[in-house]
């Protein structure tokens, strides 16, 4: 088999072999049960002094959220703030590198503090170290922290046979940081240095080139940035093109490095939902599901980046050569498909090529992955976005054999169907209204211009940054003008919209599950491991995807296929 | 207030240890390793002449020529062309380098051409193009640098990377910078 295919099955099978360990690992943070990590716990314990936490305090899911949502307060202030005042003061900005414009300082800040890390600004012209490390690397821990807290109290919640107490969202951030993000980020960090990924402060260097011209090269402190870049499913790159730089993703070793760690913990996470309920069978079925996609996907992307572009055979170019525009030779088309699949399946939005300018039915599969994201999903919050179908699913197979839906012996009843029926539809509502409002405006106004590709490719350039705002993923056709107050106002708005429902709504949901009374679980209850109820739960997922989206997947990626 | 407590603290903490802490200790350790953790710089005299992953732009014919870049092997500036592979624009472009390659490199075939000489990369810095890639411009190199063609034959068959562990990812990938230095070196022992 070729060489290129066997790196990325090895990729796939890396990342399940290592979730299923840290799957269990993170069980036994979130219960306080002895670890490793142990020798953390001064520090936590320092933090929690610092700022008068009691750690151990029992929270209702109310104030656990009010908890969620004031911390996340600070992260946007804090982050707004030091993007429109970054040229004001002195500190880590040796390039005198100056304020940003609101509309993309709001922007910028809400991408990172709702883990989307959206990027309108390139990193090494617009971002000073300061801004890099107190902005974005910080960000990039707590906001992934934020997710997988989240994803803990949903746990509990389902957990709890009577009781309003989901845990404590302060300890579960603060250990999700320093137990599961900081050891993995120093693992990877000092493996991307080992092969080259820069961690200094050098700025530009200047290169004498071998024909004599003088080239700036910029470094910086990218291993850190780039380690939890892809483990929090972040995405925020130190460089403009992201991983495709050779800084940031110097060869294939660290390809693989980087492509696990983007889908690690978020596979992880299905696995510790499996442990820590003590349905294991449950949890593989939910896996096999979102694996099922995510290997249907990957196998679309690659075969059609691999058959290449037929306009370079017409030509002349000899047949049977990949898609390489917007790839890098040390990866092939092969790894950039997966990389691409699994940064969309899991709202991580790095890159390791340019979307853009993949084949149509593969940046229309990115598209779709972030249509449904749940295929594994971001760090915590894709967890609980699958949660929503499950109770969309556990609902309509309910109504087929004529009983009462019940989910882990409660009922489920109008008002928990009502929340999840609302928050799964939001998310094709803000993509379909957002692309509508953009396409209605550059009717209008030709003269915006903010396009790089004509036609029907043209389309999917605002499609998928619609997409990629909702799915709180961050990668982009980054053809498209989007640093203007239009985009920057308008993705701002979804992001925060498509981040903080889907989080309020399933917590309510857990909340009130949690205070029932539980129900004696029957031979007549509905069987979630059961063969019957897995094809409900798929139907469910690509039904809700394929019929919201069809008619926009048929205008722009469709459309470009038929005229490939 | 509180809660107002505990917000700036548990950010203020955190910001600290992940914002500036943990950066710097990754840097710390960097300094154990001070040639990958600079990006493998390359000194040649005393001069840096470039770092091992980036490519740079070559167009004499003396030298292997890397990948089209959208930003002209900028790295201060990186980026790709986002071309969609319907967009004309990309059709133009992809016609200028075949004929560009074609008439540098007399009696090459369109067919003889490997696809990543005629598109952009991601990072507009690829530092590799294939064997095949290295191997169509020989004959130019050779004439321009007045040496055997088999010598530099040998040279790309040296510099030819194996995929990792021989097994995984691309193989046979020729890094433009290291390969052209080479070429320096033989020329100055003739």
Known sequence: ?564 | MKSLRRVLGLGVCTLVLFGILYPLAMVGIGKAMPKSSAGNPIIRNGQLVGFEQIGQSFTSPGYFWGRPSAVDYDASSTGGSNLGPTNPELMVLVRERIGSLVNSNPGLKIAEIPVELITASGSGLDPHISKQGALIQINRISKARSIDPKRVHELVESYSEKSLLGLFGPSDNVNVLKINLALDELTVSN
């Open chain 1, 1 to 564: 088999m070729n060489t290129e295919i066997l790196g990325v099955i090895l990729i796939f099978l890396l990342s399940v072999g290592l979730a299923w360990p840290l799957g269990k690992y993170m069980v036994k943070v979130f219960g306080g049960q002895k670890t490793w990590t142990d020798f953390l716990s001064p520090l936590e314990r320092l933090i929690f002094k610092l700022s008068g936490i009691d750690p151990d305090q029992p929270m209702d899911w109310k104030q656990n959220l009010k908890a969620l949502l004031g911390i996340n307060v600070f992260f946007f202030l804090f982050a707004f703030l030091a993007l429109v005042f970054q040229g004001a003061h002195p500190f880590w900005n040796p390039v005198n590198i100056g304020n940003w414009e609101p509309t993309l300082a709001f922007n910028t800040a809400v991408s990172f503090t709702t883990n989307t890390n959206l990027q309108h600004y390139s990193g090494e012209t617009g971002a000073s170290y300061f801004t890099q490390l107190l902005v974005f690397c910080w960000l990039q821990f707590v906001s992934a922290g934020t997710g997988i807290a989240a994803c803990a109290l949903l746990f509990q919640g389902l957990k709890n046979r009577r009781g309003t107490n989901l845990g404590n969202f302060y300890n579960l951030m603060v250990k999700s940081c320093t137990r599961v993000l900081l050891p993995l980020a120093v693992v990877l960090a000092v493996i991307l240095m080992i092969n080259g990924t820069t961690s200094n402060f050098e700025g530009l260097s200047q290169v004498t080139t071998l024909e004599g011209q003088t080239v700036q090269v910029a470094g910086g402190p990218t291993a850190p940035m780039v380690a939890i870049k892809q483990l929090g499913t972040n995405g925020g790159g130190y460089f403009g093109p992201n991983s495709t730089h050779p800084f940031e993703n110097p060869n294939y070793l660290t390809n693989i490095a980087e492509n696990v760690a983007i889908i690690l913990i978020p596979m992880a996470l299905v696995f510790a939902f499996g442990f820590f309920m003590d349905r294991k069978k449950l949890a593989m079925m939910f896996f096999g599901i979102m694996s099922l996609l995510f290997v249907g996907f990957a196998t679309i992307s690659i075969s059609e980046e691999l058959k290449g572009n037929p306009a370079f055979t017409e030509m002349g170019i000899a047949n049977g050569q990949s898609n390489m525009e917007g790839k890098e030779v040390r990866f092939g088309a092969a790894a950039s498909s997966l990389w691409g699949v699994s940064t969309t399946a899991t709202s991580n939005g790095s890159v390791n090529s340019m979307h853009d300018s993949h084949t149509p039915l593969s940046g229309g599969i990115f598209m779709l992955d972030m249509f449904i994201n749940a295929v594994y999903g971001g760090v915590g919050v894709g967890f609980i976005n699958f949660f929503l179908f499950v109770i969309v699913a556990v609902f309509i197979a309910g109504q087929m054999i004529g009983r009462t839906p019940g989910l882990f012996g409660k009922k489920i009843e109008a008002k928990e169907v009502k929340i999840a029926a609302l928050v799964v539809i939001l998310h094709p509502f803000l993509i379909l209204v957002g692309t509508a409002m953009a396409s209605y405006g550059l009717v209008q106004d030709p003269s915006l211009g903010w396009l790089n590709n004509p036609s029907f490719h043209g389309f999917s350039e605002m499609l998928y940054e619609n997409t990629s705002a909702s799915a709180n993923n961050g990668s982009g056709f980054e053809g498209l003008g989007d640093n203007t107050p239009f985009w920057n106002v308008l993705t701002g708005i979804i992001m925060l919209l498509a981040r903080y429902i889907p989080i309020i709504g399933p917590l309510a949901i857990v909340g009130s599950l949690s205070a029932k009374n539980p129900v004696p679980v029957t031979a007549g209850s509905l069987q979630l491991e059961s063969p019957a109820f897995g094809a409900v739960l798929i139907s469910v997922i690509v039904i809700v995807a394929a019929l919201a989206f069809f008619p926009a997947m048929v205008l722009g990626p469709l459309a470009e296929y038929y005229t490939f």
